[in-house]
């Protein structure tokens, strides 16, 4: 991986810096300090009150066991579906492999719809369980089932780049020393795998933690039984008892720390992998598909293939099987109702906001912090990870205590008539927040591999800034630009937890689509709110098909770009 440039030969550092301070500022920091602010106004015997109340302290039980059940269920299966995806190639491969981001691109309201409906008592799943007296929603196991639903793929996206790295050449040389296929990956691949694969399941436990979307369908939001954190803080702030909210959500830090933790595994790991590929020129192994086939190929590919159809592919046919349920015609009134157009048109606006502001801010940012070497460069980039760590709801709540009538802008919003909270330009900023990672984090590794001789080569020649980013520098991110884009727009879609925070949820106003499965929902509408999951889960699946075909340009520039380095040499 080559350095970053400590010379200044190329433009746009001031720029790329002030807007990147500023954005952070305005975005992030501003936002989390009114968090602050709100808990010093209490004492210290308020506070404790507040979070270890009985009550308080069962939902922080029922969290983190829920959590901790999902993250090693993804764990295991995350690690099973890395390892088929990578080392085997078999009918379907491609589409088991887009599968996987299923949860990423499917809004949490959605999931969490669907997966109410079928482990119900009278739903498809639940029926079955019901036999064997096993009652999953409304209970804990819901509450796991639904965290574990939304946070497959950041085991699987962890492990898969560092077993592709790997490659089948050290299993096989173990093998060829007398060591069985078990033994070979215990003693071979598991230690090199360590690190990435703690860091899949440390963020899918941070994941989880924050989780709000699905869980509210599936949890029913029982005190004592199946509160969770997220769902507690929502109700305080509908109860407007900030104090205690904001009390609740400083539990938050947690995930923030897992997450940094996370980071410097998933370094250690990348780092690792890097050196060990050495070996692989020292033994001077060639990498080649092992030929046999073997039953025990074939039975982890067929657990991974039938797990895989139960929690993700059955769910998504589903949607679409009980919005048709009664006929084409009531999906088509509930498309012309006047609520659900104004829903598709917000969700709409938001997206076609916040995606373009992101998409800015993530170019500037991640030219600033590959192409210069300043001072807390890398504090940046891990304060750009805070809307990974940080529940959906909390961010809701930042915003609400700092632009709400009470936070520090909100008086001079007042005074000049403008509305920020339990509006569209709320629904806006929190979107913002909640996505803005994405850009920039597909964009620096592409830019980081490619380094900065061309754009450098490119301004000594006499190519102004735009010059030389339109002709030299966009050529070669247009793919991962474009990557980041999809997922930011997935998201900014889908988002259900911030947005029902600051939004207010006014019919016919302030509902996007994700809100209006909910409302949907309670009006026992079921046809009306699986009409509007299954138009999410239609953009989920586009949005899928284009992911699949960026990351095939990807692939294809990188294997040109790495033909090209081998001719030279």
């Excluded at 990956?185 to 694969?197: C, D, T, Y």
């Excluded at 909210?245 to 780092?271: F, H, N, R």
């Excluded at 597909?442 to 030389?468: C, F, H, K, R, T």
Aim: aromatic content about 12%; glycine content about 6%; overall charge neutral.
């Amino acid at each position: 991986m080559l350095a970053v440039s400590s010379r200044r030969v190329l433009p746009g550092f001031t720029l790329s810096l002030g807007t990147s301070l500023l954005f952070v500022c305005l975005i992030l920091l501003l936002p989390l300090s009114a968090l602050v602010m709100q808990l010093s106004q209490m004492s210290w015997s308020q506070y404790w009150d507040v979070v270890t109340n009985p009550q308080v302290v069962a939902a922080y039980k029922v969290t983190l066991l829920a959590a901790f059940v999902a993250s090693i269920f993804n764990g295991v299966f995350g690690l099973l579906m890395a390892w088929i995806l990578t080392r085997y190639r078999f009918p379907g491969r491609t589409l088991l492999d887009a599968l996987m981001d299923l949860p990423f691109a499917l809004p949490t309201a959605v999931a969490g719809l669907t997966l109410a409906s079928l482990f119900s008592v009278n739903g498809f799943y639940g029926q079955f369980l019901a036999q064997f007296d096993i009652k999953v929603t409304y209970t804990w196991l819901g509450i796991a089932v639904a965290m574990a639903f939304t946070s497959i793929p950041f085991v699987v996206r962890t492990v898969q780049p560092v077993l592709e790295e790997l490659g089948p050449e050290y299993e096989e040389a173990a093998q060829t020393l007398g060591a069985t296929r078990l033994q070979s990956f215990r003693k071979v691949v598991l230690p090199e795998l360590s690190p990435a694969l703690i860091a899949g399941v440390a963020l899918s436990f941070t994941r989880s933690l924050g989780e709000f979307g699905a869980v509210i369908f599936i949890a029913g939001n029982i005190a004592w039984k199946t509160e969770v954190t997220s769902l507690m803080i929502f109700v305080r702030l509908q109860e407007f008892d900030y104090p205690a909210a904001s009390a609740i959500a400083s539990g938050d830090p947690c995930g923030i720390l897992a997450a940094a933790v996370l980071y410097q595994y998933l370094a250690k790991s990348l780092w690792s992998t890097c050196g060990r590929s050495l070996m692989a020129e020292v033994t001077q192994l060639k990498r080649y598909d092992v030929p046999r086939i073997n039953w025990g190929k074939w039975f982890l590919i067929g657990v991974g293939m039938l797990v895989s159809a139960f929690i993700l592919l059955v769910p998504m046919i589903y949607i679409f099987v009980q919005a048709f349920s009664k006929g084409l015609m009531p999906v088509l009134q509930n498309l012309a109702d006047p609520d659900m157009l104004h829903a598709i048109w917000l969700t709409v606006l938001i997206a076609l906001i916040a995606v373009p502001v992101n998409l800015v801010f993530g170019i500037l940012l991640a030219w600033l912090v590959t192409r210069f070497n300043f001072p807390g460069r890398q504090l940046l980039l891990t304060l750009l990870d805070i809307p990974f760590a940080v529940s959906p709801v909390v961010a809701g709540l930042v915003y609400l205590l700092f632009y709400g009538s009470n936070g520090p802008l909100g008086g001079w919003l007042d005074e000049h008539n403008l509305q920020m909270m339990f509006s569209w330009p709320g629904m806006v900023l929190v979107t913002i927040f909640v996505t803005c990672p994405f850009v920039v984090r597909e964009l620096v590794p592409v830019m980081l591999s490619q380094g900065s001789q061309e754009d450098e080569a490119a301004i000594l020649l006499g190519a102004s800034g735009w010059q030389m980013f339109r002709r030299v520098t966009l050529p070669n991110i247009r793919w991962a630009l474009l990557y980041g884009v999809v997922l930011t727009n997935a998201r900014a879609i889908g988002e259900f937890g911030a947005v029902s925070v600051v939004s207010g949820s006014i019919r016919g106003e302030t509902l996007s689509l994700p809100l209006q499965i909910e409302l949907l929902e309670q009006d026992y509408n079921t046809v009306g709110s699986f009409t509007a999951a299954a138009l999410l889960t239609l953009m989920a699946i586009i949005t899928l098909f284009l992911k699949s075909m960026l990351q095939w340009r990807l692939e294809n520039q990188e294997k040109r770009a790495q033909q090209e380095e081998n001719h030279e040499h």
